[in-house]
């Protein structure tokens, strides 16, 4: 097929701006390769012999399902169960400390919703969940969510199913897998079981646009400010910000950065942001 060997710097600046424009992604001058196998795919599936033609397609797509297969194609998802311990320690720990304390004081109801932004496959908002139901007794009587995002619908396929391989695992206590796990010795895999399971629920959604839903207590945002410019991190931090309650807080990556874009919350450890 001619011109399919890789993306000429001009196509190549034509998806990244496209890329750029729809999700808030820096596509960086040296993914060419990455990112021409990865459109490849899309022109198989679509039988198209040209970049250019599926460029056209993307453009043309008034429905939007395009665009979703070429997110999932251009994304990159790798994650897995208990990512950064101390964060979770930190939920189990300092935070339900404080949630708790004030729901004993009648200073807040007793709801604790939590977003996983950009959940990719979904090991993060169990991992919450599992933080949650491991701290069922002083949490009894309270409503308890966690709500996974992500822009990949693929991923989003993963989440729902909750099964998982070994790799995803590795970081699992054995108390923890025996607890939260059902195994297939002969697939070799584990799935995410009841009562975490019940309280996650996912969804697509873009951190470039608002969230409408009510407020969160805790938003965790992690391994994906990154490949966001500074004006993509404003606007999602912008975002993240508006969708948390009073008190609520932010769970942020440390390699992230970003946190220029903070300053209206009050830094409570190098990961942990609260809002007044």
């Avoid at 007793?110 to 949650?132: D, F, K, N, Q, V």
């Avoid at 796990?181 to 969804?203: H, I, M, N, Q, Y």
Wanted: proline content about 4%; charged content about 25%.
């Amino acid at each position: 097929m001619n011109g399919l060997i890789t993306l000429s710097p001009e196509q190549f600046a034509r998806f990244a701006t496209f890329i750029y424009e729809r999700t808030g992604i820096r596509t960086a001058d040296g993914k060419v390769m990455l990112l021409s196998n990865r459109i490849r795919r899309r022109l198989r599936a679509r039988g198209l012999d040209s970049f250019d033609a599926y460029y056209d397609l993307l453009l043309a797509d008034q429905e939007g399902d395009e665009l979703e297969a070429f997110v999932d194609a251009i994304t990159t998802n790798e994650t897995h169960f208990f990512r950064t311990s101390a964060h979770f320690d930190w939920v189990a720990g300092p935070f339900l400390d404080e949630l708790t304390a004030a729901a004993a004081g009648r200073r807040r109801d007793r709801t604790l919703r939590i977003w996983s932004a950009a959940c990719s496959t979904g090991e993060e908002a169990y991992s919450l969940a599992m933080c949650l139901t491991e701290q069922a007794g002083r949490l009894a009587g309270w409503r308890l969510s966690v709500l996974g995002t992500d822009l990949c619908g693929e991923a989003l396929a993963t989440a729902r199913a909750g099964t998982y391989g070994h790799r995803a695992v590795e970081a699992v206590s054995p108390e923890r897998l025996a607890r939260h796990f059902t195994a297939d010795p002969a697939a070799g895999t584990w799935k995410v079981r009841s009562p975490a399971a019940r309280l996650c629920e996912f969804r697509r959604h873009n951190l470039l646009d608002p969230m409408l839903e009510p407020p969160f207590s805790l938003i965790v945002v992690r391994n994906v400010l990154i490949y966001f410019d500074r004006e993509s991190k404003r606007l999602a931090l912008a975002n993240l910000i508006a969708a948390l309650e009073p008190g609520g807080y932010l769970l942020v990556g440390t390699t992230d950065g970003g946190s220029e874009h903070l300053s209206e919350l009050e830094r409570r450890s190098t990961f942990a942001y609260r809002k007044p």
